[in-house]
């Protein structure tokens, strides 16, 4: 599986737009981009993922660029309990994940 | 639905003892994941099946470790003897299919 570069920390004042960037050149075309996050001690949380399209659920949006080599997570209006690591994962159908090192993501009030 | 369900939340226990970890996964999903994680070197892979049989123990660290699923509701991860460096929280997951997969709260291993 293709493997992902995130930077490793960013910052979002809180009820602003938190952009976040995933490098994943390797990509194959039959490979799904993942998005998770984790909140301190809990359990990885799925958030969104997409294939080449667009997505968005009533977490987030997921843009992925036309040539499928990088996507970036959006949290339209962040708050203090988006203070996580979020990781960006590619992976076939019936793959094991790989997790990278993250983004963690810092809400600033 | 409950989600995945781990037990203990919680272990500490002495070098040496034997440690069993608990899993439920998510009513009809097929797929269930161990996961392990540490500081140094982040969450990793430890075993993963399909349909209650192992496809992928390539991560498990050693004899040490071993896991069971003896069906579709449950799934052991047994450490024996424990030892200090084992110490991290254990992840479980399930996914239907291979798909997206969805995790349990962990359970915090501290061995003495």
């Known amino acids: 599986d293709a493997k992902t570069t995130q930077p490793p920390s960013m910052d979002c004042a809180e009820g602003r737009a938190a952009n976040l960037p995933c490098n994943h050149s390797?990509?194959?075309?039959?490979?799904?981009v993942y998005w998770y996050r984790q909140i301190h001690s809990q359990g990885p949380q799925y958030i969104i993922h997409g294939l080449k399209n667009n997505e968005t659920n009533e977490m987030a949006s997921l843009i992925i660029t036309e040539d499928r080599k990088s996507s970036t997570l959006i949290l339209p209006h962040a708050t203090l309990r988006d203070t996580a690591v979020y990781y960006c994962i590619v992976m076939n159908t019936g793959n094991q994940f790989y997790f990278g090192t993250g983004t963690s993501l810092t809400v600033i009030p | 639905d409950a989600g995945v369900i781990q037990s203990p939340r919680h272990e500490v226990t002495e070098m040496g003892q034997e440690v069993t970890l608990r899993c439920k996964p998510i009513?009809?999903?097929?797929?269930l994941f161990w996961y392990r994680q540490t500081m140094m070197r982040g969450l990793e892979l430890l075993i993963y099946f399909n349909n209650n049989v192992p496809i992928d123990d390539s991560g498990m660290p050693e004899d040490r470790f071993s896991a069971k699923m003896p069906n579709a509701s449950f799934s052991t991860l047994k450490i024996q003897p424990s030892e200090p460096r084992d110490s991290a929280v254990y992840f479980c997951?399930?996914?239907?299919?291979?798909?997206?997969?969805?995790f349990g709260p962990g359970t915090r291993l501290t061995v003495l």
């Open positions: 390797t990509i194959s075309g039959n490979e799904y």
């Open positions: 009513s009809g999903h097929n797929s």
């Open positions: 997951a399930s996914s239907l299919n291979g798909n997206t997969q969805y």
